[in-house]
């Protein structure tokens, strides 16, 4: 059974607001979902991810399984108790990895880029058949077997939320003919990711199966049927969307053309995409989480997210025109870069020396302005305003002054871990 309730939609797109009811609580929809790849939001604590706004966050399975390892995790009361995270978490399955490891990154192929040759320790995959993939270690250069029933004991021993089906992410780079060899696998490791999942998971643990099938259309939206036949709780769409923001769009719609649509139709997650266009996008899209490293990434090498699209809403801190400015990073952002008054000299400072400080501050501000991106899009379907809101944020509003500028209402108060 389905467990999103939609609340409201806009009449001019797919987008939908609506509240996702977990085992540890609720996810106001459209969301945002911060990368928890090791079981930590990279130099924040858990009660700081929360007060940026965010509702939920992403484990993932391969390498909690490599490193400290799902029994551990499992003994000491499971991810969210090792974490500290009492909110929602959903799983990556570990699948994702299993394309990096072997094709590296979608931007690295259309690049052209070739993976470097793997050290002993440094990870690559060894053979990927019906059975599951075999892959080195990146820990210990040891040979390890992943299977879609593996990765759904790993995913139960940390009892996420959401747990994510075994799939092959899909190269960008190979021909229709293997992308539909592929595709197939990956719809019989769904049933039996469904298979182990129905006589094993955790009470209250939500599947999403997950949507391949490359840019082929035909393939692409097969795949959205076979997942939304499954009896999935949820629906992910990854895999290589495309060499450029159209040709995505393009995919996704045509997933998202084959789910239904009903007042509790399954949950949409669109896997690693979390560019401010994208996920402006992908809200009139009709997907209700995302998740992406891009937020926690740039605030890491010193690069914050400001309402300045001609710039793609970044602001590069290390650059030394920031060396004396007295400006504030953000005008009234309430993340504490910002709301205690730091300049961007001293910010560009803490940027240009490495500061873990400066790390920590512009991944706070960078996950509060994504936040605030969310709530305005959701409350935005809420108030029938859609297409306004988007058009003013694509055109450089901040975002955040519309839920700062009335007082949280039902569903809209920030959740506390």
Do not use: K, N
């Given at each position: 059974m389905a467990r999103l309730a939609i609340q409201a939609r806009d009449e001019a797109s797919r987008a939908r607001a609506g509240i996702l009811r977990t085992?540890?609580?609720d996810v106001r929809t459209p969301a945002f979902v911060p990368l928890a790849t090791k079981g930590t939001v990279k130099g924040l604590l858990a009660q700081e991810v929360a007060d940026a706004g965010l509702d939920m966050v992403l484990g993932n399975t391969l390498h909690l399984l490599?490193?400290?390892?799902?029994?551990?995790?499992?003994?000491?009361?499971?991810?969210?108790?090792?974490?500290?995270?009492?909110?929602?978490?959903?799983?990556?399955?570990?699948?994702?990895?299993?394309?990096?490891m072997g094709h590296g990154t979608v931007a690295e192929e259309i690049k052209g880029r070739g993976r470097p040759a793997p050290s002993h320790t440094g990870g690559s995959i060894l053979?990927?058949?019906?059975?599951?993939?075999?892959?080195?270690?990146?820990?210990?250069?040891?040979?390890?077997?992943?299977?879609?029933?593996?990765?759904?004991?790993?995913?139960?021993?940390l009892g996420s939320d959401l747990a994510l089906a075994f799939d092959e992410c899909t190269p960008f780079h190979v021909d229709r003919e293997y992308t539909a060899r592929s595709t197939e696998r990956t719809h019989r490791w769904l049933e039996?990711?469904?298979?182990?999942?129905?006589?094993?998971?955790?009470?209250?643990?939500?599947?999403?199966?997950i949507v391949q099938g490359g840019v082929h259309e035909d393939l692409r939206r097969g795949s959205a049927q076979a997942v939304a036949a499954s009896g999935c709780g949820g629906v992910a769409i990854g895999g290589s969307l495309g060499a450029d923001k159209a040709q995505m769009y393009e995919v996704v719609s045509w997933a998202v053309d084959e789910l239904d649509d009903g007042h509790e139709s399954p949950p949409r997650h669109l896997l690693g995409i979390g560019e401010v266009d994208d996920l402006i996008r992908g809200v009139e899209l009709g997907i209700d989480t995302f998740d992406c490293a891009m937020p926690t990434r740039l605030g890491r090498h010193g690069t914050a997210l400001i309402a300045d699209p001609k710039r793609r809403w970044r602001l590069d801190l290390s650059k030394g025109r920031?060396?004396?400015?007295?400006e504030p990073l953000v005008e009234g952002c309430p993340c504490p870069a910002c709301s205690t008054g730091l300049s961007r000299a001293y910010l560009s400072y803490l940027a240009r020396a490495k500061e873990l400080t400066g790390m920590r501050l512009l991944t706070l501000h960078n996950l509060t302005f994504v936040a605030d991106l969310m709530s305005d899009l959701r409350l935005a379907i809420i108030a029938g305003r859609l297409a306004q809101t988007a058009a003013a944020l694509r055109a450089g509003a901040a975002p955040g002054r519309a839920r700062r500028s009335k007082r949280a209402g039902p569903g809209e108060s920030h959740p506390s871990t």
């Open positions: 085992a540890h609580g490599l490193s400290p390892g799902p029994e551990l995790i499992e003994r000491l009361g499971g991810l969210h108790r090792f974490m500290g995270w009492s909110g929602p978490i959903i799983t990556d399955s570990g699948g994702f990895q299993v394309f990096s053979e990927i058949a019906e059975t599951g993939v075999r892959f080195r270690s990146y820990v210990d250069g040891g040979e390890r077997v992943l299977t879609p029933e593996g990765s759904m004991a790993v995913q139960a021993a039996r990711c469904r298979r182990w999942h129905e006589r094993h998971a955790p009470a209250g643990q939500l599947l999403y199966g920031w060396r004396e400015s007295e």
